[in-house]
């Protein structure tokens, strides 16, 4: 088997992985609409996509 000519200092090795950590910031807006917060490029839950009507919702009957 290969033996690594140096040894990886702890440094490196946290370097090197940085972009594998959790991700913890979501941008986050709200519905102009409805006033729900959604993530940004998601539809809204009441339809709703950049003032467009995207998904047609049935009226709820009372």
Do not use: D, W
Not at 44 to 56: D, L, M, V
Request: hydrophobic share 25%; glycine share 4%; charged share 30%.
């Amino acid at each position: 088997m290969a033996v690594s000519p140096r040894r990886v200092s702890k440094t490196k090795k946290r370097m090197r992985n940085s972009h594998s950590g959790i991700k913890s910031f979501h941008p986050l807006q709200q519905c102009p609409k409805c006033a729900k917060i959604t993530k940004l490029h998601m539809v809204c839950a009441c339809g709703y996509y950049r003032n467009k009507r995207i998904i047609q919702q049935p009226e709820k009957k009372e």
